[in-house]
Antibody
Framework: EVQLVESGGGLVQPGGSLRLSCAAS????????MNWVRQAPGKGLEWVAN????????YYVDSVKGRFTISRDNSKNSLYLQMNSLRAEDTAVYYC?????????WGQGTMVTVSS | QSALTQPASVSGSPGQSITISCTGS?????????VSWYQQHPGKAPKLMIY???NRPSGISNRFSGSKSGNTASLTISGLQAEDEADYYC??????????FGGGTKLTVL
């Protein structure tokens, strides 16, 4: 079964850091671009970042540039999102998602709450 | 990186058809045939319903169809059913090698 499972979410204070992980299974992880997509409570979907199969290209939404870093470890079938200098507006469910031009597979999401 | 424009809400009665629009620019919707539509029920992850403007993944009902004209894409759901009630999001690949989503449309089945 093709599956993406996120972990690492939680409560963090403004200015703090958090690292999200996504474990992939059921497909050849190294063959796919991967993304992080977030959804603030009661709001719509927002694409956050993506990374090429070999990690050589990475792109970010303007609001997280310089604060978030996407990375992957193909030997571990894992995707990561290092989030620094967190703000209240980063509070959201973060989804791990597979694909470049179309997201065909989504994880179940992990909640990140930024609050004092 | 402006979000694509969708109506906030649409509604229809069972058996009717509805259409949701998604307007972007020549840098996204108008420039590529990579528009997708996702269905999201409350508390659940999004689900791919349409990809590359008009293609349905395996297992998706043919009641769902997609099209595009210029900078505007559309999702049509025919023969509305109660289980179609959900939020719907469009997305497009962009000239910056990123994805952009629409603001979402809440579909109510009356």
């Amino acid at each position: 079964e093709v599956q993406l499972v996120e972990s690492g979410g939680g409560l963090v204070q403004p200015g703090g850091s958090l690292r999200l992980s996504c474990a992939a299974s059921g497909f050849t992880f190294s063959n796919y671009w991967m993304n992080w997509v977030r959804q603030a409570p009661g709001k719509g979907l927002e694409w956050v970042a993506n990374i090429k199969q070999d990690g050589s290209e990475k792109y970010y939404v303007d609001s997280v540039k310089g604060r978030f870093t996407i990375s992957r470890d193909n030997s571990k079938n894992s995707l990561y999102l290092q989030m620094n200098s967190l703000r209240a507006e980063d509070t959201a469910v973060y989804y791990c998602a597979r694909g470049l031009r179309t997201i065909g597979i989504w994880g179940q999401g992990t909640m990140v709450t930024v609050s004092s | 990186q402006s979000a694509l424009t969708q109506p906030a809400s649409v509604s229809g009665s069972p058996g009717q058809s509805i259409t949701i629009s998604c307007t972007g620019s020549s840098s996204d919707v108008g420039g590529y045939s990579y528009v997708s539509w996702y269905q999201q029920h409350p508390g659940k992850a999004p689900k791919l319903m349409i990809y590359e403007v008009s293609n349905r993944p395996s297992g998706i009902s043919n009641r769902f169809s997609g099209s595009k004209s210029g900078n505007t894409a559309s999702l049509t759901i025919s023969g509305l059913q109660a289980e179609d009630e959900a939020d719907y999001y469009c997305s497009s690949y962009t000239s910056s090698s990123t994805l952009v989503f629409g603001g979402g449309t809440k579909l109510t089945v009356l």
